[in-house]
């Protein structure tokens, strides 16, 4: 990967704090993390986010991270306000040339081995999707969180990936189910952090996509927007398609 974080701002920037009911989405802007540096701040964001909702006992400084953020078909991404790191996520693929063992939510969900075999064209993982524990201003914090879940959108859009799955909390099911339809993978399992049951959902992109913008114009993805995430994605992305056209298997 290069080191050097790229930029993809998907509107024109306005300029809100987080204290501001008013947020919209503009206000966000999304890089793919490659310096060392922000990729810390990243894992330290995460352990912040995780200490506070109870899944893991906080420790200054401390990194939050597995072996999957260190694999060539990951992305790590963050979401930046005013130049502030205030959320992160991390995009896994498992693209066609790619075993499923590059998706961390491999080894407690069986069932997606068959989602894997009708996803002609592979599939994508959200994780890890962390807020500022910091930030307590709900609209915002639902603002940015789907923010996050549309950058994810227009990475899998970019990356012509089949279906993307995420593996969320209960109180989050609803939510993939009714405004991406989404659909449950398997039985919920004990996937890490915490001890708590985290259910599976998985989604065709071009039909979440279009129930998406149906219910709500907010996760529509220029484009524009796809041309420049393959851009960001290209350290990602083109030793992928190199493998693919070889016809080889990692």
């Given amino acids: ?35 060392r540096p922000d990729l810390t701040e990243a894992f330290r964001l995460r352990h912040r986010a995780y200490a506070n909702q109870g899944l893991i006992a906080l420790a200054d400084g401390e990194e939050y991270r597995d072996a999957h953020d260190d694999l060539p078909t990951t992305a790590i991404f963050g979401g930046f ?21 590059s998706l961390p939510c491999a080894p407690y969900y069986p069932a997606l081995g068959e989602l894997k075999i009708n996803a002609s064209n592979g599939l994508a993982e959200v ?39 995420v593996a969320t909390r209960p109180e989050w099911v609803s939510y993939y189910k009714h405004l991406l339809s989404f659909e449950q993978v398997g039985t919920p399992a004990l996937y890490p952090p915490g001890g708590i049951p985290i259910t599976l959902l998985a989604g065709l992109i071009d039909q979440a996509s279009r129930r998406a913008q149906m219910r709500n114009r907010f996760f529509r993805v220029s484009d524009e927007d796809v041309g420049r995430m393959q851009r960001m994605l290209a350290p990602v992305l083109e030793p992928q398609s190199a493998a693919i056209a070889s016809g080889g298997e990692r």
Avoid: H, W
């Fill in 81 to 101: 306000d005013n130049g502030r790191l205030v959320a992160s996520m991390r995009l896994c693929f498992s693209f066609p040339s790619v075993s499923l063992t």
């Fill in 127 to 165: 994780s890890r999707l962390c807020i500022e524990p910091e930030i307590g201003n709900t609209s915002y914090r639902a603002t940015l969180y789907g923010f996050m879940v549309r950058s994810a959108f227009a990475a899998a859009r970019a990356a012509d990936i089949s279906a993307i799955v």
């Fill in 1 to 35: 990967m290069s080191d050097k974080s790229e930029l993809v701002p998907f509107r024109l920037r306005r300029a809100p704090s987080p204290q501001d009911p008013r947020n919209n989405a503009d206000a966000f802007d999304i890089r793919l993390l490659t310096r």
